[in-house]
């Protein structure tokens, strides 16, 4: 799924592009991937986009929830509808926004309020928030137990963080993925914290560097261990791993990340 450095640099991309410019129309292709809580008359002119400033403050807040598989692409209209295409909006400048999902998962919401979007008032702080000291990262830390990449992924501890950056960070900060957060040293923590923050940085620099206008498109190779199931650790040089559970892959170097695999070999 898009994660915060893939967000980052969507929101920048986006911003000077939409701000200040009127939607002209707005076409739903999959009802399934939109909840409008507006109304129940969609096509009423009150209760969509059609006519509203983007960043204009009127009331009216269209919300992306891309999931697993959802992606935005912007730049000039195509002449035909992809295959799970599933919303465009018409831009006054002669663009167009339009949000593609090939699994289905993703939502769009069209609210009032922010809290009206389920999950989001759970939501913890943004995960490169400046205000975010590592006194309350290890403070937010502590109120969670479990393997310490499961509190990463968790958005109620930080927002932003998923499956991939959670791989990076643990590499980074040398800490085995399923070890227990109350097995943690102080070190430990403030290396996971130091960690978490140089890596999501240095992410949005690459991607900044490398995604250009193609913002529907997830750049990934540069990963170190994400993804690189057998390969070489570019730290140590040892083999990385792939653990599947539930459908969701970890990465992580054995060598580098050294842990006691126990129960179905998946926990430590």
Not at 78 to 92: E, G, H, M, S
Not at 224 to 244: F, L, M, W
């Given at each position: 799924m898009p994660e915060l450095p893939d967000l980052e640099v969507?929101?920048?991309?986006?911003?000077?592009?939409?701000?200040?410019?009127?939607?002209?129309?707005?076409?739903?292709?999959?009802?399934?991937?939109?909840?409008n809580f507006f109304g129940d008359a969609c096509d009423a002119p009150a209760r969509q986009p059609r006519g509203h400033v983007v960043a204009e403050e009127?009331?009216?807040?269209?919300?992306?929830?891309?999931?697993?598989?959802?992606?935005?692409?912007?730049?000039?209209?195509?002449?035909?509808?992809?295959?799970?295409?599933?919303?465009?909006?018409?831009?006054?400048?002669g663009m167009e926004l339009r949000y593609h999902d090939a699994k289905d998962m993703g939502k769009i919401y069209l609210v009032a309020d922010l809290s009206q979007v389920p999950g989001f008032a759970s939501?913890?702080?943004e995960s490169d928030d400046p205000?975010?000291?590592?006194?309350l990262f290890a403070e937010r830390l502590r109120r969670h137990n479990g393997e310490v990449k499961g509190?990463?992924?968790?958005?109620?501890?930080?927002?932003?963080?998923?499956?991939?950056?959670?791989?990076?960070?643990?590499?980074?900060?040398?800490?085995?993925?399923?070890?227990?957060?109350?097995?943690?040293?102080?070190?430990?923590?403030?290396?996971?914290?130091?960690?978490?923050?140089?890596?999501?940085?240095?992410a949005i620099e690459v991607l900044r560097e490398r995604v250009g206008d193609s913002i529907d498109v997830e750049v990934r190779d540069f990963l170190?261990?994400?993804?690189?199931?057998?390969?070489?650790?570019?730290?140590?040089?040892?083999?990385?791993?792939?653990?599947?559970y539930e459908r969701i892959a970890t990465n992580f170097c054995r060598t580098c990340q050294p842990g006691l695999m126990v129960a179905k070999g998946r926990r430590l």
């Open positions: 969507i929101r920048a991309y986006l911003a000077p592009r939409l701000a200040a410019v009127q939607i002209a129309s707005a076409a739903v292709l999959r009802p399934l991937i939109v909840r009127d009331g009216m807040i269209l919300v992306y929830h891309p999931m697993l598989m959802g992606r935005l692409r912007y730049g000039t209209p195509l002449k035909k509808p992809r295959t799970r295409d599933a919303f465009v909006l018409a831009l006054a400048d939501l913890g702080p205000a975010l000291t590592p006194e509190i990463l992924t968790n958005q109620e501890f930080f927002a932003g963080i998923g499956n991939a950056y959670a791989d990076e960070i643990l590499w980074c900060a040398q800490i085995y993925p399923f070890r227990r957060r109350a097995s943690l040293s102080a070190d430990e923590i403030a290396r996971l914290y130091g960690c978490m923050r140089n890596v999501l940085a240095k170190a261990v994400h993804g690189k199931a057998d390969g070489e650790c570019p730290r140590c040089g040892g083999r990385i791993s792939e653990i599947t």
